[in-house]
Nanobody
Framework: QVQLVESGGGLVQAGGSLRVSCAAS????????MGWFRQAPGKEREFVAG????????YYVDSVKGRFTISRDNAKNTIYLQMSSLKPEDTAVYYC?????????????????????WGQGTQVTVSS
């Protein structure tokens, strides 16, 4: 079992940048491939980015490629999502998630069902 806590959300103007973090506790962090999802009001939860257990592979939804960067620091049990050139349509609650132990790849099209553990989310609001 792993516990996840997101932080760093807030209000930012369009074109600005923001970094959200997700701190993990409970088990060996490097056992888990990790992902970021987001959910806007009235919409389904959407895969945003993913990263393999040691950071050797990253995955992004097309709409954020070139603007968002996912990274992890296994020594700090933390993953990050650096968001740049933010748009109003990026407004959502951002969730981090962990796959079950030792799965190292992420299939973006498979979405949320491949993730076993979830944080409570952090709100990101981009004003126009």
């Amino acid at each position: 079992q792993v516990q996840l806590v997101e932080s760093g959300g807030g209000l930012v103007q369009a074109g600005g940048s923001l970094r959200v973090s997700c701190a993990a506790s409970g088990r060996t962090f490097s056992n888990y491939a990790m992902g970021w999802f987001r959910q806007a009001p009235g919409k389904e939860r959407e895969f945003v980015a993913g990263i393999s257990r040691f950071g050797e592979s990253t995955y992004y939804v097309d709409s954020v490629k070139g603007r968002f960067t996912i990274s992890r620091d296994n020594a700090k049990n933390t993953i990050y999502l650096q968001m740049s050139s933010l748009k109003p349509e990026d407004t959502a609650v951002y969730y981090c998630a962990a796959r079950a132990s030792f799965y190292n790849t992420i299939t973006p099209s498979a979405g949320a069902r491949q993730f076993a553990y979830w944080g409570q989310g952090t709100q990101v609001t981009v004003s126009s």
